[in-house]
């Protein structure tokens, strides 16, 4: 289910996040390291190598470097193909000096993943595979092409051409591996902090409504007693102006203004009726507040509250907290969206729990997605004569998510099921044949069953000192 009132965000479409300074200190780290391992191998090995080629190829990175910190303010972010660009570079210039150091007989081919990876945590898919497929490029050619290495006494160093093979084997499948795993890792994570940031926002915003009800309420309740003056003082006037057509007519103005102003109140303020019952209210109230935006959207809501074994006749009074309240109402919005005619929401107690059952006569829930029902951004493959049937609708499973995370922060436990076999033909379905959706709380999550909430009264002006 879409709710299009947040925003959803592409959850790949954060290269700019990457901040150019974390790239800088990556490569000095990578620096330093290059000529660690050239002096290791020069001194301490022995080895003959192009020593001014090699440096060359690092104090191109050294100046590359330089040239970023001196242009760019540090809190520099790059777009995506500043990005590609710099993992090139590097890609390149890491290449180029395996070129210079004996190819995949030098172990540190190995590290021709590390750009790939970071690609695939910040990239889009096009970029990545670009990189991957330049770093794939670059080890095929250095099976082919290097400079050899050689000792003290110039024997060359070469592995025997199978395990240089199963050397670039390796590193080729590391490179689809690593690039595949890192960036599914990476739509989760980022896929989950979007839809985090939309329940937030659907939580806050829910906050603000049931907070202006409250306001509401106590500007009605306090301006009720100077608008009656305003009447009462009219109403005098209006009898002592009988000769004063002009000056009547005003008074009469008055009033009616008066009278204007209180409907006005009134009519905003019944949503909150009083300050007590935007606190608790019964469970009746509250699932049908949760559910009146839908009531007149083409199919027919049906109540059923009642007790369940052992609850007794007195219907429990629950929380109007701003979750349960958004939570309730996406559930309904879902089964409304994909029933046929009806939609059904029964209410049982018993002495322990709280349930509620929300259910409709649509086709249910596809059933390769019943496992994964709650995930946000969920997408699901139609065929062509489902997308013909819902042309408008596309949903991505975001209002199930923020309806899910909703209901269990306020303690619920959330099932998913279908009502009916989706092999059963029409005339072998039952009436309830689409999507069921309980939602179950232990009673002292959401209950407000206490001795103060037996009789809440009137509200009652109250003064300081």
């Given at each position: ?239 002592e102006l009988d000769a004063e057509e002009d000056l ?178 029409e005339a072998e379905r039952p009436t309830r044949s ?32």
């Open positions: 289910m879409a709710d299009t009132s947040f925003p959803v965000f592409d959850g790949m479409s954060r290269s700019h996040w990457v901040r150019l300074r974390t790239l800088i200190v990556l490569r000095w780290v990578a620096i330093f390291g290059q000529l660690v391992a050239m002096l290791v191998s020069v001194v301490l090995f022995r080895l003959q190598l192009e020593i001014g080629l090699c440096l060359m190829a690092v104090g191109v990175s050294v100046v590359a470097n330089l040239l970023a910190d001196f242009i760019y303010p540090p809190n520099k972010r790059l777009s995506e193909n500043e990005t590609l660009l710099t993992l090139l570079f590097d890609l390149s210039q890491h290449a180029f000096l395996l070129y210079l150091t004996g190819g995949l007989n030098n172990p540190f081919a190995l590290l021709v993943l590390a750009p790939v990876t970071i690609a695939a945590t910040t990239l889009r898919l096009r970029s990545t595979a670009l990189l991957a497929g330049t770093a794939v490029t670059y080890i095929t050619l250095l099976g082919f092409f290097f400079l050899p290495l050689r000792d003290v006494d110039g024997t060359v160093l070469s592995m025997a051409d199978i395990f240089r093979f199963g050397f670039w084997v390796s590193i080729v499948v590391g490179i689809g591996f690593l690039a595949l795993y890192a960036r599914r890792v990476a739509v989760e994570v980022h896929s989950m902090s979007d839809a985090l940031v939309a329940t937030q926002m659907a939580l806050a915003r829910e906050q603000k409504l049931t907070d202006l009800g409250g306001v509401v309420a106590a500007a009605a309740h306090e301006l009720g007693t100077p608008l009656a003056t305003i009447k009462l003082v009219s109403s005098e006037m209006i009898e009547r007519q005003d008074a009469m103005l008055i009033r009616d203004q008066a009278d204007r102003c209180r409907d006005i109140l009134r009519s905003m303020g019944r949503a909150g009726k009083d300050d007590l019952h935007l606190h608790k209210a019964p469970l009746d109230t509250v699932i049908r507040e949760a559910a009146e935006p839908h009531g007149d959207r083409g199919s027919t809501i049906h109540f059923d509250v009642a007790p369940g074994p052992g609850g007794g006749n007195r219907q429990p009074s629950v929380t109007r907290r701003p979750e349960i309240i958004h939570g309730l109402r996406n559930l309904v919005q879902n089964a409304v969206d994909f029933s046929q005619e009806n939609v059904w929401v029964d209410a049982r107690w018993t002495p322990d729990k709280i349930l509620i059952r929300i259910a409709d006569d649509g086709h249910g829930f596809p059933p390769q997605a019943l496992g994964r029902i709650g995930d946000p951004f969920m997408r699901i493959r139609k065929s062509a004569a489902e997308r013909a049937k819902r042309q408008e609708y596309e949903g991505m499973g975001l209002g199930l998510f923020i309806a899910k995370t909703l209901l269990e922060r306020s303690g619920a436990v959330l099932t998913f099921s279908n009502g009916s076999d989706p092999f059963l033909t689409g999507a069921i959706v309980e939602v179950a709380w232990h009673r002292s999550d959401i209950g407000a069953d206490d001795e103060e909430s037996l009789a809440l009264g009137e509200n009652t002006p109250f003064s300081v000192g």
